[in-house]
T-cell receptor, first 116, second 114 residues
């Protein structure tokens, strides 16, 4: 069964600094991976997704993620943090088995704080 | 703009009093999902509809039911809310129940149980 691990429940960066949010997955077959962002009291918004095309995936708001099969990782990065990036970020993998194709398995989330 | 709409955004109910949350979509997607998200936790899938086919997650309590009268609307019914059911409820849609398909989320309804 698939699973997703997000290292670090809280990450704090200064405005303008690099953002790195870590996500590792376990899957016996090539996965489909997603990053979602959630602002306070709002739903989830898709940042980007990996569907076995290019390993470096570019998303909205300047975010990108690189799929590394050897490391089973799909870390999210942004070169320069902005105050508006403060939110919670969820990594997710698409479920393969049990007739539930398409169901998402989420990591526990990483809350990003951006200091001025 | 095509979107997923949830009403109300905030719902207060009393312990044991049935409550219904609604979701509508203008995306014409086949699949609609309901998630429960408790504070500082990941969303947890309750069930989903693929067209009219209902798919319940194994660990979803019987207290939670759902209806999908047509493609655009889906309802979450909580028959006897307990204090532990206070959470954000998220509706999502996708065009297919396929691994690579993106799920589009509504803004959520925050449920408070008194």
């Amino acid at each position: 069964a698939q699973s997703v691990t997000q290292l670090g429940s809280h990450v704090s960066v200064s405005e303008g600094a690099l953002v790195l949010l870590r996500c590792n997955y376990s899957s016996s077959v090539p996965p489909y991976l997603f990053w979602y962002v959630q602002y306070p009291n709002q739903g989830l918004q898709l940042l980007l997704k990996y569907t076995s095309a290019a390993t470096l995936v570019k998303g909205i708001n300047g975010f990108e993620a690189e799929f590394k099969k050897s490391e089973t990782s799909f870390h999210l990065t942004k070169p320069s943090a902005h105050m508006s990036d403060a939110a919670e970020y969820f990594c997710a993998v698409s479920e393969e088995y049990g007739g539930s194709q398409g169901n998402l398995i989420f990591g526990k989330g990483t809350k990003l704080s951006v200091k001025p | 703009d095509a979107m997923v709409i949830q009403n109300p955004r905030y719902q207060v109910t009393q312990f044991g009093k049935p409550v219904t949350l609604s979701c509508s979509q203008t995306l014409n997607h086949n699949v609609m999902y309901w998630y429960q998200q408790k504070s500082s936790q990941a969303p947890k899938l309750l069930f989903h509809y693929y067209d009219k086919d209902f798919n319940n997650e194994a660990d979803t309590p019987d207290n939670f039911q759902s209806r999908r009268p047509n493609t655009s609307f889906c309802f979450l019914d909580i028959r006897s809310p307990g204090l532990g059911d206070a959470a954000m409820y998220l509706c999502a849609t996708s065009s297919l129940a396929a691994l690579q398909e993106t799920q589009y989320f509504g803004p959520g309804t925050r449920l408070l149980v008194l």
